[in-house]
C-alpha cells in the first residue's frame, strides 16, 4: 500500500521511456519465441476450423482418458483427441466415413455401458471452418481500421501507429503461447482475442489522454521534453492501469486454474487461456511498447527537438538529451 500511494503521489518515478532499449529487447525475445512457435508447432486448430467428426457421451467417473483414446484407436481412427466436459467426454477425430462413425458409436456403448442412442455424433466440415476463419480476418481487419480511424481522430496518427503496433505486439505474443502449449484454437478462442484486443486499446486510450494532456502545455520555454512529459503522465496513470488489470485478471485466473481443474470446464479454457495471456501481455505493452514508441516519433519533430537540444544545452534535460539519443536512434 505504501508503495502504491507514493506512486500515486509521483514521489516515485519509474523511467519507463528511458529504459526503451530494454523494452524493446524484452519484445523482441517474446516475439521471436512466439514467431518461433507458429512456425514449429503452429496452431492447433480445432475440428470447427479443420473439420472433423465429434462424440459427446457420458461414462463412469473411473473411465481415464486413455481408455477413451483406446476405444477410438481400435476401431481405426488415427487423431484423436479426447476431452472431460461437465456432461461427460468430448472426442474429436478427423473426418471420418459414415461406416467407421457407427462402429465408433457402438464400441464405445460396449465399452462404457452406455446406450448407443446416448452417444451423439457430429460431423464438420471443413468448409464451414474456412468461412469462420475468413469471417475472423474481416472482423480483425475492421476493428484494426476503427481504431486507427478513432485514435486519428481522438488524438493523432501517431498515436493511432504506436497503439497498433501494440495491439499486434499482443496478438503474436498471446498466439505463441498457444502454439507452444498446444491448446486447442476454436471459435471461444478467437473471441478471446478480439477481447484482449479492445482491453489493450482501453489500457494505450488512458494512457495516452493523460499524455495528450500533459504534453499540450510543452512550449519553448517549456523545462520538460515530450520525453520527460510522458514519462510523467506515464507514472500518474500507473496505478490505475495496474489496478485495472488485477480486478479483470484475477476472475479469469479463477476460470482458468480453478475451473478447468476443479471443476472440469474444459470448454472454457480456450477462451480463458486467451484473456490471461492478453491481459498481461497487453498491460505490459501499454506501458512499455505503445509509450516509448509514441515517443521516438514524437521526439523526431522539429519542436520537441528543439526543447530536447534548448534543455540539454542548458544542463536542465539530463532526460531531455536521453530523449534525443531515442529520436535519433
Known amino acids: 500500500m505504501g508503495l502504491g500511494r507514493r506512486l500515486y503521489r509521483g514521489e516515485i518515478d519509474v523511467d519507463f521511456v528511458g529504459k526503451w532499449r530494454l523494452w524493446y529487447s524484452l519484445s523482441g525475445i517474446l516475439l521471436l519465441i512466439s514467431l518461433a512457435g507458429l512456425l514449429i508447432n503452429g496452431l492447433n486448430l480445432g475440428v470447427e476450423f479443420r473439420g472433423g467428426s465429434v462424440f459427446s457421451f457420458k461414462a463412469p467417473a473411473s473411465v481415464s482418458i486413455e481408455q477413451v483414446r483406446q476405444t477410438f484407436v481400435d476401431e481405426g481412427v488415427h487423431q484423436v483427441i479426447a476431452q472431460t466436459t461437465t456432461g461427460g467426454w468430448r472426442?474429436?477425430?478427423?473426418?471420418?466415413?459414415?461406416?467407421?462413425?457407427?462402429?465408433?458409436?457402438?464400441?464405445?456403448?460396449?465399452d462404457f455401458d452406455v446406450p448407443t442412442s446416448q452417444v451423439s455424433i457430429q460431423s464438420i466440415g471443413a468448409s464451414w471452418g474456412g468461412e469462420v476463419s475468413q469471417k475472423a480476418w474481416v472482423g480483425l481487419g475492421v476493428f484494426m481500421l476503427a481504431i486507427i480511424l478513432y485514435l486519428s481522430?481522438?488524438?493523432?496518427?501517431?498515436?493511432a501507429m504506436a497503439a497498433i503496433v501494440a495491439l499486434i505486439h499482443d496478438l503474436v505474443i498471446t498466439a505463441g503461447i498457444y502454439a507452444w502449449s498446444g491448446f486447442e484454437v476454436t471459435p471461444a478462442t478467437l473471441l478471446g482475442f478480439l477481447t484482449i484486443l479492445g482491453y489493450s486499446l482501453y489500457d494505450a486510450v488512458v494512457v495516452?489522454?493523460?499524455?495528450k494532456e500533459v504534453t499540450a502545455k510543452l512550449g519553448h520555454t517549456s523545462k520538460q521534453t515530450y520525453s520527460m512529459a510522458a514519462n510523467n503522465a506515464l507514472n500518474h496513470t500507473l496505478i490505475r492501469s495496474l489496478n485495472t488489470s488485477l480486478v479483470a485478471i484475477l476472475p479469469v485466473a479463477a476460470i482458468l486454474f480453478i475451473g478447468t481443474t476443479l471443476l472440469g470446464a474444459g470448454t472454457l479454457k480456450d477462451l480463458s487461456l486467451a484473456l490471461f495471456v492478453g491481459m498481461i501481455v497487453g498491460t505490459y505493452s501499454s506501458l512499455c511498447v505503445a509509450t516509448p514508441l509514441l515517443v521516438t516519433l514524437k521526439e523526431r519533430e522539429p519542436k520537441y527537438q528543439a526543447i530536447a537540444k534548448r534543455l540539454a544545452s542548458t544542463g536542465g534535460g539530463a532526460k531531455g538529451s536521453k530523449s534525443a539519443a531515442v529520436a535519433k536512434g
Open 91 to 110: 472426442v474429436t477425430t478427423e473426418t471420418l466415413p459414415e461406416s467407421t462413425m457407427n462402429q465408433v458409436q457402438t464400441a464405445i456403448a460396449k
Open 208 to 211: 495516452f489522454d493523460m499524455i
Open 153 to 159: 481522430m481522438a488524438f493523432e496518427p501517431k498515436m
